[in-house]
């Protein structure tokens, strides 16, 4: 079964910082890839996601995200964060194998300090 | 405009009084799954369905019943709620193949006491 891994459990940065999460899956085949946001109280929103094509992707509220195939992985990453960007991500992987399900990493908890 | 809707929002409940989590989808998917949501863990599936009268279980399924009757409902059934099924639910449609995004509901947030 696939596994993702989000390297960082809690991360707190000062506005205007740059942004960079990690998130590693475990599986070697076609893969689709998603980053989801959720503020604190609300449901989960996606950010970006890749399906195929150019790896690198951009997604809404100036986030972006790589593919790199080799290293079977797909980090986040944003210039300049916001007071408003504080929330937890969570990366996903769906494969095309057996059940199409959706994989989700730990979270990461964004702290943005003003 | 394109939703998936639980309900309630809210549950607070005592340990042993059978409660369901009802969610439905407009969007005529086939593919339809409950995930909770705990501090750490991130979210793991729970039961997932591929389409009416097929369902099978995920990673977490001890505790939890769903049904599949019509396309567009996927109820979650806890026969006998325990204090370790407090969690936040979600659930998700999407059309089941790859390269399609999921779509989820606005969660549940229950406490069994």
């Known amino acids: 079964a696939q596994s993702v891994s989000q390297h960082n459990h809690h991360v707190i940065l000062s506005e205007a910082a740059s942004l960079e999460l990690g998130c590693n899956y475990s599986y070697g085949g076609t893969v689709n890839l998603f980053w989801y946001v959720q503020y604190p109280g609300q449901h989960l929103q996606l950010l970006l996601k890749y399906f195929s094509g150019d790896p690198l992707v951009k997604g809404i509220k100036g986030f972006e995200a790589e593919f790199i195939k080799s290293k079977f992985s797909f980090n986040l990453r944003k210039p300049s964060v916001q007071w408003s960007d504080t929330a937890e991500y969570f990366c996903a992987v769906r494969t095309g194998a057996g059940s199409y399900q959706l994989t989700f990493g730990k979270g990461t908890k964004l702290s943005v300090i003003p | 405009e394109a939703q998936v809707t639980q309900n309630p929002r809210y549950l607070i409940t005592v340990t042993g009084k059978k409660l369901t989590v009802t969610c439905s989808q407009n969007?005529?998917?086939?593919?339809m799954s409950w995930y909770r949501q705990d501090p750490g863990l991130g979210l793991r599936q729970i039961y997932y369905?591929?389409?009416?009268?097929?369902?099978d279980k995920g990673d977490v399924p001890e505790g939890y019943k769903v049904s599949r009757k019509e396309k567009r409902n996927f109820p979650l059934i806890l026969e006998s709620p325990s204090p370790n099924q407090t969690s936040l639910y979600f659930c998700?449609?999407?059309?089941?193949?790859?390269?399609?995004?999921?779509?989820f509901g606005q969660g549940t947030r229950l406490t069994v006491v």
């Open positions: 369905s591929m389409n009416v009268e097929v369902t």
């Open positions: 969007m005529n998917h086939e593919y």
């Open positions: 998700a449609s999407s059309s089941g193949a790859l390269n399609t995004e999921a779509f």
